[in-house]
């Protein structure tokens, strides 16, 4: 997989440069404490999520089956998945908290250069990469904060999320669900509730989120901004470089620049962070195991 080119007037590339020289002892701090602690927990809760409900869905078959018995029966299964629902829950009400902030902060702005509402550049640049997956050209992509894909991937996440919430809600409280709708709607949430699940896993987190996040050769086999917090100054400017120009213009720059983790605690969190790669690869593969059944499994059954 070729990676994205980027760039630079000689002009930008200059002033890039002498910036970056000048605060080499610091890192962009492109994710807060607050971010990264949310990011673990919806997919720690996610993960569980997955391995809990998917035997329940598929029950009939001997894999199931196999790892119900492993978890401790239905039951338990049961109690360890309602216990990360209400994890999943807690990281959309911090989320939603953490967004009334940004409007009450931006009072009532939550758009333009820097936020995740998508761009008439977005459209560009996935047309620009659909042609270059077509064989029309490789495209040169300047990114601001969050790049289109970036972009998608949080929407998608959002509504599905939001979907598995709701309906999940309702499974659990079908005797408080069907006092306001028919009992049909319980059909709906069933169907739906194991279809995003489905969605979610086979298509955000196996192919696009991994692709992006694992994959990709300047990343590979991880992306250490979401654990670390940050990158350093010249790769920022490198990689986000429509963001920090408009940073270096506005005189604020300074305030996404922390100092660089001492030697020992960056050991630490180099443990750490293989330990992460190592179970979310494990995982990934497992999930991608799981879709490539699934999908035999439909195919069969027609």
């Not at 760039?7 to 994710?31: G, L």
């Not at 967004?99 to 509402?117: C, E, H, Q, S």
């Not at 009992?183 to 989120?209: D, E, P, Y």
């Not at 300047?218 to 350093?232: A, C, I, N, R, S």
Request: charged content about 15%.
């Amino acid at each position: 997989m070729a990676s994205i080119e980027t760039h630079h007037s000689p002009t930008a590339a200059a002033r890039i440069a002498a910036a970056a020289a000048a605060v080499e002892q610091v890192h962009y701090q492109r994710f807060t404490a607050f971010q990264r602690w949310v990011h673990f927990l919806i997919m720690c809760s996610f993960t569980v999520l997955v391995f809990t409900g998917m035997p329940l869905r598929y029950s009939d078959q001997g894999w199931a089956k196999w790892e119900m018995s492993h978890l401790g029966g239905i039951q338990t299964a049961g109690i360890v998945h309602r216990f990360a629902a209400m994890i999943m829950v807690s990281c959309v009400f911090c989320m939603l908290g953490f967004f009334a902030r940004i409007l009450v902060k931006t009072r009532g702005r939550y758009w333009g250069p820097g936020t995740m509402v998508p761009t008439r550049k977005d459209w560009h640049d996935l047309v620009a990469m659909v042609r270059w997956f077509l064989g029309k050209g490789r495209p040169v992509l300047e990114h601001d904060r969050y790049s289109y894909w970036e972009k998608f991937e949080f929407w998608a996440a959002s509504g599905g999320v939001t979907i598995m919430c709701v309906t999940g809600a309702m499974l659990w409280y079908p005797q408080l669900t069907t006092r306001f709708l028919p009992g049909i709607f319980l059909n709906f949430a069933l169907v739906n509730h194991s279809g995003g699940a489905l969605l979610a896993m086979g298509f955000v987190f196996v192919f696009w989120h991994v692709f992006h996040a694992h994959l990709r050769p300047e990343v590979f086999p991880m992306d250490k901004t979401m654990f670390d917090g940050g990158l350093p100054v010249d790769e920022y400017a490198r990689e986000r470089p429509l963001e920090y120009e408009r940073r270096v213009r506005e005189g604020s720059l300074h305030e996404v620049l922390v100092p660089v983790h001492s030697p020992s605690r960056q050991r630490v969190e180099n443990v750490i962070w293989w330990a992460i790669t190592i179970v979310a690869l494990l995982v990934w593969a497992a999930f991608t195991l799981f879709v490539i059944w699934v999908a035999s499994f439909w195919l069969g059954s027609l």
